[in-house]
């Protein structure tokens, strides 16, 4: 019998069987929605500029033009890519925004702006304000709970993002489901609705998260 296993957003599910094998039955269930909320972007006098998500630069991307000399920090390998596709270089690039708050604050004292959804985490402003950083965070986009009905059995659930999480359970309960989750902040959120064991990769990026999964059913 194949191995159901719901992911909570859209994904290619012919992508998902080349990486994890037939033996799996790729489901998915979309529990937020994303929606870049501005047009034009001002970024004034500011010249270091944080991404902590892909859907930040793709809200960014048409929108604003950045100075000759910024400097980008960003969390996850994808964000990143993202950036420099647009012909961006970037200083620093993190596991997760603690990490990448740790790293930055290496630096000296800089106002810094983070495109951010209207669901971000107080990580970044807290650390760096803190230190004594001018932070700017600056809304591009917004994150919209679904609060969808899992109305198909899974033998594992798969969560992306806080949001997701808080989604998920609105209406949906996790009873014998194997859990998996991408990285530290997402885990530790699942962490507040449940004692069961989550697996998480500790890269956020859907390839670890993938290689993860397969080596749980491995072991």
Do not use: W
Not at 64 to 85: C, I, M, R, T
Not at 96 to 125: G, Y
């Amino acid at each position: 019998m194949k191995t159901r296993i719901l992911f909570t957003k859209e994904l290619s599910k012919e992508y998902i069987q080349q990486q994890l094998g037939d033996h799996f039955d790729p489901l998915f269930l979309p529990v937020i929605s994303i929606n870049p909320v501005k047009e034009d972007i001002n970024t004034g006098d500011c010249k270091h500029f944080i991404f902590t998500s892909i859907q930040g630069v793709k809200a960014i991307k048409e929108n604003v033009n950045f100075p000759s000399d910024a400097q980008f920090y960003v969390v996850g390998e994808k964000s990143q890519h993202a950036l420099e596709a647009l012909g961006y270089s970037v200083k620093i690039v993190a596991k997760n925004a603690l990490e990448l708050a740790d790293k930055i604050q290496c630096l000296n004292p800089v106002k810094i702006m983070h495109f951010c959804s209207s669901k971000a985490l107080s990580t970044l402003r807290d650390k760096l304000t803190e230190a004594g950083f001018d932070y700017i965070e600056n809304v591009v986009y917004e994150t919209l709970p679904l609060y969808p009905v899992q109305n198909t059995p899974a033998d594992a659930l798969v969560f992306f993002s806080p949001s997701g999480v808080e989604s998920f359970m609105k209406n949906n309960t996790i009873v014998k489901e194997r859990l998996f989750a991408i990285g530290e902040t997402t885990t530790n959120s699942l962490r507040s609705f449940t004692d069961k064991n989550i697996i998480k990769s500790e890269h956020e990026t859907l390839e670890d998260l993938l290689r993860v999964i397969k080596d749980s059913y491995n072991d």
